[in-house]
């Protein structure tokens, strides 16, 4: 914050536009999921540069990070910020979990006095909360109009000067490496979570199967790995190239192609080749299933559609895998 403005509901405080080293950082530990679920701010309203009355309403969530994109690309206007509480959840997951919804944004609408502190009646939404926002309720309860505003806060600026309408490509939900990439390091963070479990499985294999030996160990251990490597870090960036709809067969795709660099460097024979087909495509498809609910490439029917009949298939192919090796060791 720098400083306050003086309004007819009394002082708001003004939000910088410029992020500080500090905010960068604390922005990259939440992509590491340190922090993560406290990362917020307290809603309310908030002044972006030098607002009057006839300023523009914009509505965002209270997670810090959306909190963050969205004032960076404000630098230079002059408007009301309106932070709903959405308990430190960005707005695309808040609309769909009720947190950015249409009971909170009356609200907060109420208890900060907006009525009395614009002259309008325009509330701007952005673009993915529109799920959890009934525009007519609003309207009835507070006499405000939503309008829903662009994707992408880097539209804001091109938006407010086109008389609040958004181009087709305003519209458009545009998923680049580079936002797939930023996904990465979170599932990563879980993925790891996994990792003393393929140890503990790749030691009671090899102890079942004669003298623990270091280097056996590490060969049996490092497929598994890739597995995890790429469920979390290469299927994101794979994903628009990968064949099939559901994430689990893309996912189990990647994991197949995992399974057969495994077997040709291991120069294993045609056991150990079905074997990792059984077990290293259903682990990185797990891992890829949980891109669903961070991407535009799935529905939430698909992704229970997904749940329901590929874990079940994923639970019988490691079955196998594990009666194959019992019934036949390496």
Same mark, same amino acid.
């Given at each position: 914050?720098?400083?306050? +403005?003086?309004?007819?509901?009394?002082?708001?405080?003004?939000?910088?536009?410029? =992020?500080?080293?500090?905010?960068?950082?604390?922005?990259?530990?939440?992509?590491?999921?340190?922090?993560?679920?406290?990362?917020?701010?307290?809603?309310?309203?908030?002044?972006?540069?030098?607002?009057?009355?006839?300023?523009?309403?914009?509505?965002?969530?209270?997670?810090?990070?959306?909190?963050?994109?969205?004032?960076?690309?404000?630098?230079? =206007?002059?408007?009301?910020?309106?932070?709903?509480?959405?308990?430190?959840?960005?707005?695309?997951? &808040?609309?769909?979990?009720?947190?950015?919804? %249409?009971?909170?944004?009356?609200?907060?609408?109420?208890?900060?006095?907006?009525?009395?502190?614009?002259?309008?009646?325009?509330?701007?939404?952005?673009?993915?909360? &529109?799920?959890?926002?009934?525009?007519?309720?609003?309207?009835?309860?507070?006499?405000?109009?939503?309008?829903?505003?662009?994707?992408?806060?880097?539209?804001?600026?091109?938006?407010?000067?086109?008389?609040? %309408?958004?181009?087709?490509?305003?519209?458009?939900?545009?998923?680049?490496?580079?936002?797939?990439?930023? !996904?990465?390091?979170?599932?990563?963070?879980?993925? !790891?979570?996994?990792?003393?479990?393929?140890?503990?499985?790749?030691?009671?294999? /090899?102890?079942?199967?004669?003298?623990?030996?270091? /280097?056996?160990?590490? /060969?049996?251990? @490092?497929?598994?790995?890739? &597995?995890? #490597? &790429?469920?979390?870090?290469?299927?994101?960036?794979?994903?628009?190239?990968?064949?099939?709809?559901?994430?689990?067969?893309?996912?189990?795709? @990647?994991?197949?192609?995992?399974?057969?660099?495994?077997?040709?460097?291991?120069?294993?024979? $045609?056991?150990?080749?079905?074997?990792?087909?059984?077990?290293?495509?259903? =682990?990185?498809?797990?891992?890829? $299933?949980?891109?669903?609910?961070?991407?535009?490439?799935?529905? $939430?029917?698909?992704?229970?559609?997904?749940?329901?009949?590929?874990?079940?298939?994923?639970? +019988?192919? #490691? $079955?196998?895998?594990?009666?194959?090796?019992?019934? /036949?060791?390496?």
């Amino acid at each position: 914050m720098e400083g306050d +403005v003086k309004t007819t509901i009394g002082n708001i405080p003004v939000v910088k536009t410029a =992020l500080s080293t500090k905010d960068i950082f604390d922005g990259w530990k939440t992509r590491w999921n340190i922090g993560r679920m406290s990362y917020k701010i307290s809603p309310g309203i908030y002044a972006v540069g030098a607002p009057d009355n006839a300023s523009p309403l914009l509505v965002t969530a209270n997670y810090k990070l959306t909190f963050d994109r969205t004032r960076k690309e404000l630098e230079g =206007l002059n408007l009301w910020l309106l932070v709903l509480d959405t308990k430190g959840i960005n707005v695309w997951c &808040a609309a769909g979990k009720g947190t950015f919804g %249409t009971e909170e944004l009356v609200r907060r609408l109420k208890e900060e006095n907006i009525s009395r502190l614009v002259s309008h009646k325009k509330v701007i939404i952005p673009q993915l909360g &529109a799920p959890g926002i009934s525009a007519h309720k609003v309207t009835a309860a507070t006499g405000f109009k939503v309008v829903y505003g662009p994707i992408r806060a880097s539209d804001i600026r091109a938006f407010l000067n086109n008389r609040m %309408t958004a181009s087709p490509e305003m519209r458009q939900v545009r998923f680049g490496i580079g936002e797939r990439l930023a !996904l990465g390091p979170l599932e990563l963070v879980f993925a !790891l979570r996994l990792i003393p479990y393929i140890i503990a499985f790749v030691l009671i294999l /090899q102890i079942t199967q004669g003298p623990l030996r270091f /280097q056996v160990f590490v /060969q049996g251990l @490092l497929p598994f790995l890739a &597995a995890v #490597f &790429a469920g979390t870090l290469i299927f994101p960036v794979l994903l628009p190239w990968l064949p099939g709809r559901a994430f689990s067969i893309r996912g189990w795709i @990647l994991g197949a192609m995992v399974a057969a660099g495994a077997s040709f460097i291991q120069e294993a024979g $045609l056991l150990n080749w079905i074997v990792n087909l059984m077990w290293l495509p259903p =682990l990185t498809a797990h891992l890829s $299933l949980r891109f669903t609910g961070s991407t535009t490439f799935t529905s $939430l029917s698909g992704v229970e559609r997904e749940v329901k009949y590929f874990y079940p298939v994923m639970l +019988v192919s #490691f $079955l196998v895998g594990i009666i194959m090796v019992i019934v /036949q060791p390496f």
